[in-house]
């Protein structure tokens, strides 16, 4: 090779491991994943558009660089010795090349001491800006290079992403110099993906100005159109609407204006409300402006909750049935309580006045006037919600067709613009070349998606950031009672602000890419648009690539049931459709966007199956998935790697991805958790998304000896997993995420081996059964439960009876009151009991609330003979610990003291061990006034310090939370539903 550092061939290169098959530095990923999302602006793919489950960008240049680098080895050739000397020199430049450049856990130490001194360390702390903020330049590009041709014996490496989603890992291969295939069956992605990859690609920064300018000029066609209905208020700008959704009173048929409450402002500046008042003489409710104490009793005045309304007029409770019935029968009305306003002093509220009524009015009546040329020319959708759809709470509340999400103004402004862009569009092909005309106005249709985003039905007030948020500030179709309606033509506002975030994110990822566009690839006779090819399709089928072409397939595929993404999608394809629809007509001939063909568990796609629903959705997720990877190996070289990223805490969704990766013929040679979300965990939570992205490295497996029994690899597959938990737990991985991370190793212990089979034999064929995954998954988790028990009792053995074990490692695992029943049922599965008839009925430790349970406290858990002060003897050690806490709690020490004397637990070995490991497995974070957050906490630490001060606390004090933080992520997060306004029905 010229650069004088050696080729090699395909098989010499099968056999290099890659730098994810050795190491990779999880902690700093981790929290650079998390400041990625949590510090200051979203990265600018994210303010583009909405897509779910968007990867953090820094994670995704990890997975595609340590892919493909070959681990550090001594012999590498000359000069990349010199370079690179040492593995750790080899590490070091790589955490560089990823933008960490400096120490971020010496960074997340200092901060969360400061945290828990009630100190507040801004960005500074970590020393650097965001990793992903840092794009490799030539030099660095040139040494990447340099390497791969040493790997490779090509510097020209391909990498395919076949869901690419919002396009992060493709993005990511750009800035790293790579050719790149990004691939992904939704159009509305797919539209996301042209706009974050090839256009920033292929005009670079200055394609900034044309939208900008072409924007201004949408917005004074749509302005002249609209301006009446947004009559200006005085004394500062118009900025939006506040609505709230009616149902007739049933009594007096009057209109009860619907909110669960009424809060208008909530923040440093002060707090308002508006106050909803109800006279008999009146045909309405009036509402008046109230700040400060009298907020607080006005806001909380809410009239729904969870479905059911309460009449203001007559102060009955209205049904939810007949709140649903006036929905669906068309008689839900909407009525204005108050018009926001931005001063020079900030946001400030008023009554709507006459004007502001009569604007309203007249808008409707405008609408109405407009609407059937416009479904004639198609300019607004008409198209029906599907009947057939995970979410069914628009129609339930009577919103049939996707144009019902918007209130008549909203709508009317909605179809102004989208008839304008079409006005426009002739002369904007005129002035600019085809390309550039194609992405100004692909630019423009997402300026509107994000005017319909924040100007729906579903978008609401946030009364504490005094902004509108968006429709899917929750990956949902939750109602909402009341809503937000923007100033669509006030100035730097509604499109305005639309196109002006439209072209800040351009902007933004023009810089991102900016060095991979400069002269290295053109002297390489190759630009990078033709790096680059974005198709819209079924990865299933990717004809477009040739047999073993793909040097790294890296995918993050949909996490089984956790996003919908056709179905929460159609929101924006019916408007895309209408706009840049015209642009990539073949993208856009269905009506709606293909559920059929999607790789979820849809269990709406199975409905009217019972309860078989759920299984079909499964293996139809399965199988998919299987075919999918069936065309990443046919694409993929025979040295060629590929990784997954995936996470989910359901055992289901980790056996129906490994059957379809070992099925297609890989087997997983290394994993990694990357802690990516943040505690304050995003809707999606609630379904079980887990707080640790797993990335999974594989190769095509080699043809094996044939099938190994299951009882000959379980004692490995233990082993492996508890080697890799005991080094994963001293990197501060736990609770759920530890178990997670099990399933890596066990996955790679079944997957290199396949097929594996059992010694019972399937009564249909007579042949010995092949292992579900689930089956090893199961060993894994059991491992891991028995290392934190052995952790939390400092390695002492003790025996507990399998109750407290439940009860313990349900703290250890969970560190939180409220977590899903299916993962406690597991967990009892795991210590040998039943959940409903063990755990809950007889021990009564914790209580079913829907799909979650809650822990219950030594109080709840009162009762004869089980946590009882009058008793000596218990049947469970916990039911000893929680009496001795209630008594502390209820007569104090002196009594404590008493009964743990009586109950001689002073002396009692197992009695002691069980209140250390409580200790440690009870989360310790304290409230600002020092007191423990949990009660069970403060009780148990009053028991150490009174009676068994010899027992160390547990070492590190969490820092200060405030409360939200403690509820798992599986739970319902009341204050959040309180705060938005949302609720689930
Ligand atoms: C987890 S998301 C990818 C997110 C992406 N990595 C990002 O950071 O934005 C999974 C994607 O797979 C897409 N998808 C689902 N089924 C597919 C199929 N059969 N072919 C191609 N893409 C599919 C979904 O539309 C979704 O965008």
Redesign the pocket.
């Known amino acids: 090779m010229g650069d004088g550092t050696g080729g090699v061939t395909a098989a010499a290169a099968q056999a290099l491991p890659r730098l994810i098959e050795e190491w990779l530095p999880v902690q700093e990923l981790g929290i650079e994943a998390r400041r990625e999302n949590s510090t200051g602006q979203h990265p600018p793919p994210n303010r583009l558009h909405v897509?779910w489950?968007?990867?953090p960008l820094v994670v995704?240049r990890a997975a595609v660089l340590a892919s493909l680098l070959p681990a550090w080895r001594p012999d590498l050739p000359a000069p990349l010795r010199e370079r690179f000397p040492t593995r750790e020199a080899y590490h070091a430049w790589f955490r560089w090349l990823l933008g960490i450049h400096g120490d971020p856990v010496a960074a997340r130490a200092r901060i969360a001491e400061a945290d828990a001194r009630g100190q507040r360390l801004g960005r500074e702390a970590y020393g650097y800006g965001r990793a992903f903020t840092f794009s490799p330049d030539q030099d660095a590009l040139m040494l990447l290079g340099q390497i791969f041709r040493h790997a490779f014996g090509t510097g020209e490496l391909t990498v395919l992403?076949?869901?690419?989603?919002?396009?992060?890992?493709p993005l990511e291969a750009i800035r790293l110099g790579l050719t790149v295939h990004a691939?992904?069956?939704?159009p509305v992605?797919a539209v996301v993906l042209a706009a974050t990859l090839d256009y920033p690609a292929r005009f670079g920064e200055a394609l900034a100005d044309d939208i900008r300018q072409w924007g201004d000029r949408l917005l004074a066609l749509v302005r002249s159109q609209l301006r009446p209905f947004f009559p200006d208020p005085e004394g500062g700008v118009l900025d939006g609407y506040l609505w709230a959704r009616t149902v007739a009173c049933p009594q007096t048929g009057k209109p009860i204006p619907l909110s669960p409450n009424w809060w208008l402002q909530r923040d440093d500046r002060g707090r308002a409300a508006a106050r909803l008042l109800a006279h008999p003489d009146w045909p309405a409710c009036r509402f008046e402006i109230v700040y400060g104490t009298a907020a607080d009793r006005a806001a909380e005045q809410g009239t729904i909750r969870r479905g059911v309304a309460v009449s203001p007029w007559t102060g009955e409770v209205v049904d939810d049935e007949y709140v649903k019935r006036e929905a669906q029968g068309g008689r839900m009305g909407q009525q204005l309580y108050a018009v926001v306003v931005k001063t020079p002093q900030g946001v400030d509220f008023r009554l709507p006045t006459e004007a502001d009524l009569a604007a309203a009015a007249a808008a409707e009546a405008e609408l109405a006037r407009r609407l059937p040329a416009w479904l004639a020319r198609d300019i607004v959708p008409d198209e029906e919600i599907p009947e057939v759809s995970n979410d069914p709470r628009p129609r339930l509340y009577g919103m049939t067709r996707w144009r019902d999400l918007f209130a008549p103004r909203q709508l009317l402004a909605l179809g102004a613009t989208v008839e304008a862009l079409r006005a426009l569009e002739p002369e904007l092909r005129d002035a600019l070349p085809p390309d550039r005309a194609r992405a100004v106005l692909t630019y423009l249709a997402l300026a509107v998606d994000k005017l319909a985003d924040y100007n729906s039905r579903m978008a609401r007030w946030h009364s504490r950031r005094g902004v509108i948020t968006n429709t899917f500030d929750r990956h949902d179709f939750s109602m909402k009672w009341s809503f937000a309606e923007m100033a669509v033509v006030a100035a730097g506002k509604g499109l305005d602000w639309a196109v002006d975030q439209v072209v800040d994110a351009y902007r933004g990822i023009a810089r991102l890419a900016q060095p991979a566009r400069l002269p290295l690839w053109q002297r390489a006779g190759a630009s990078p648009v033709e790096r680059l090819r974005v198709t819209q399709g079924?990865?299933?089928r990717l004809a477009h690539l040739a047999d073993g072409s793909v040097h790294l397939v890296c995918i993050?595929?949909?996490?089984y049931d956790n996003v919908q993404?056709g179905e929460l999608s159609d929101f924006f394809y019916v408007w895309l459709k209408r706009t840049a629809g015209r642009c990539y007509p073949e993208w856009f001939a269905a009506p709606l966007a293909d559920k059929d063909?999607?790789?979820?568990a849809n269990p709406a796609r199975f409905a009217g199956l019972g309860r078989r629903s759920r299984d079909l959705a499964r293996q139809d997720y399965e199988r998919?998935l299987e075919a999918?990877f069936q065309e990443c190996h046919r694409v993929l070289r025979a040295d060629g790697v590929l990784t997954v990223m995936f996470t989910h805490k359901q055992v289901d969704a980790w056996d129906a991805l490994a059957m379809a990766l070992v099925r297609a013929g890989f087997q997983i040679t290394a994993s990694w958790p990357v802690h990516t979300e943040s505690e304050h965990s995003l809707h999606q939570a609630k379904k079980n998304a887990a707080q640790s992205t797993i990335l999974l490295a594989c190769r095509k497996r080699p043809a094996g000896d044939g099938p190994v029994w299951w009882d000959d690899l379980r004692g490995e597959l233990a082993r492996r997993v508890r080697e890799r938990a005991t080094e994963l737990a001293a990197l501060g991985i736990g609770g759920v995420d530890l178990f997670l991370a099990a399933y890596g190793p066990a996955l790679a212990v079944i997957s290199a081996r396949w097929p594996v089979l059992l010694s019972e034999t399937d009564p249909q064929t007579g042949q010995p059964r092949e292992l579900r995954p689930e089956t090893a998954l199961d060993l894994a988790r059991r491992e891991v439960l028995s290392l934190r028990r052995e952790r939390l009792l400092h390695g002492q053995r003790a025996r507990f009876d399998h109750e407290t074990d439940w009860y313990l490692l349900a703290w250890d695992t969970f560190k939180a009151v409220e977590f899903p029943a299916d993962e406690a049922r597991k967990l009892a599965l795991a210590v040998g009991l039943d959940l409903d008839e063990d755990v809950i009925r007889r021990a009564r430790l914790v209580q079913r609330k829907g799909s979650t349970v809650a822990l219950l406290t030594p109080a709840e858990r009162r009762r004869r003979g089980v946590v009882d002060p009058a008793a000596s003897a218990f049947p469970r050690l916990v039911d000893a610990v929680h009496t001795a806490m209630l008594v502390y709690e209820e007569d104090g020490p002196g009594a404590c003291g008493a009964f743990l004397r009586r109950a001689g637990l002073l002396q009692h070995a197992d009695f002691r061990q069980c209140l250390q490991a409580l200790l440690e497995a009870v989360p310790r974070a304290r409230r600002p006034d020092g007191r423990f957050l949990r009660p069970e906490a403060e009780g148990l630490e009053r028991l150490r310090q009174a009676f068994f001060p010899e027992i160390e606390p547990p070492a590190e004090p969490e820092p200060v939370v405030a409360p939200r933080q403690l509820a798992f992520p599986g739970a319902e997060d009341e204050a959040d539903e309180d705060e938005t306004g949302e609720e689930q029905e």
């Open positions: 897509w489950a968007r990867r995704s992403d076949p869901t690419a989603g919002g396009g992060s890992i691939n992904e069956l939704n992605a079924d990865a299933r993050d595929p949909p996490y993404y063909n999607e790789a979820v998919k999918i």
